[in-house]
């Protein structure tokens, strides 16, 4: 009786470590060998779009329950769109199906919120909850990763209602975590992009689209994003089937630097103050965050997180000694 998590990245890692202490079999599947993971926790290197493969290590770990985390992110995923498809798509199709012929005990699939981000300009102040009116054309998805997850949703939601396989979606926030050398998420890059402007002794020039955003977004610590997939885990009838991991906090772009500068004070940037656009180059801004309500009352979770608490953590001078500080 294992559980297996699917991708080797910063959310993965984080919950194949929480699974692991407290006493869970762990088996963890990417396509390439993470530099580590916690003890106890078995690795194999396989490709989630292989249907065999996958079917196989299922079969051999006793797997019964799995949380999905692999994907390709939107700057992959836009480089090499079919690729992209395939993992994030077909990935998430051949987990559904085997779930459907091995009756596994529960799924959790990572998505995110970035699949309601054209839904923006018809809300209101009140904050997003997950079934927002979606116009099937004109408030499609605005990027392949979007859509791809969007997909990914509808089919965990079909495979639930067709079949009674038991899979629950989580739409993560902007998440804040990871290596600042290998950035993977927008905020990862801005992060680093400002770190890296503090040690150079340079001012920071933020002029690229993808790193702005006007009005506020919302953010998510990537020890949250595994402390839900936990309580989704958990879980004992969860009826909605989606929701939003989030704070229910938003913040300027200003805000943000100003979390950074609480750690490097010598931080100087220089950004326009007036941007029309929303987060990571969407043509929108967002109206207000999202609802955490069905999170709390369904899975039983809520963000521990605050968004400098997230910067001190993943973005400190000590940065890799709180990391490896089990107390932290």
């Not at 931080?267 to 043509?283: K, M, Q, R, S, Y």
Request: hydrophobic share 45%; glycine share 10%.
């Amino acid at each position: 009786m294992s559980v297996l998590v699917t991708g080797a990245g910063v959310i993965g890692g984080l919950t194949a470590e929480l699974l692991a202490a407290r006493g869970e079999r762990v088996v963890v599947i990417d396509i390439r060998t993470p530099p580590s993971l916690p003890d106890g926790v078995t690795f194999e290197t396989c490709d989630i779009s292989d249907f065999d493969a996958l079917a196989n290590v299922l079969s051999r770990h006793g797997i019964t329950r799995v949380i999905h985390t692999a994907a390709m992110l939107s700057t992959g995923i836009r480089k090499d769109p079919l690729s992209g498809i395939r993992v994030n798509v077909m990935g998430t199709a051949n987990l559904l199906d085997l779930a459907r012929e091995t009756g596994l005990k529960r799924v959790v699939l990572a998505s995110s919120t970035t699949v309601a981000y054209t839904t923006f300009g018809g809300h209101g102040p009140g904050p997003m909850i997950e079934d927002e009116p979606l116009r099937l054309i004109s408030q499609r998805p605005a990027s392949l990763y979007a859509a791809s997850k969007l997909a990914g949703e509808h089919l965990a939601l079909l495979y639930r209602d067709l079949y009674g396989v038991d899979v629950v979606s989580l739409r993560y926030g902007a998440v804040i975590g990871g290596s600042l050398e290998h950035p993977t998420s927008v905020p990862g890059r801005l992060l680093a992009v400002l770190v890296a402007g503090v040690r150079a002794g340079k001012r920071v020039v933020l002029d690229d689209p993808l790193l702005l955003w006007g009005g506020r977004e919302e953010f998510i610590d990537a020890r949250d994003c595994a402390r839900a997939n936990l309580a989704a885990l958990d879980a004992g009838a969860p009826k909605q089937g989606v929701y939003n991991v989030a704070s229910g906090h938003w913040h300027t772009l200003g805000e943000f630097v100003d979390a950074v500068r609480q750690n490097y004070p010598g931080l100087d940037v220089e950004f326009p103050h007036t941007i029309n656009t929303g987060f990571a180059g969407f043509l929108q801004q967002r109206p207000a965050p999202s609802s955490t309500g069905a999170a709390a009352r369904e899975l039983g979770f809520t963000a521990a997180y605050p968004l400098s608490t997230a910067i001190v953590y993943w973005a400190a001078p000590r940065a890799e000694e709180l990391r490896n500080d089990p107390t932290s």
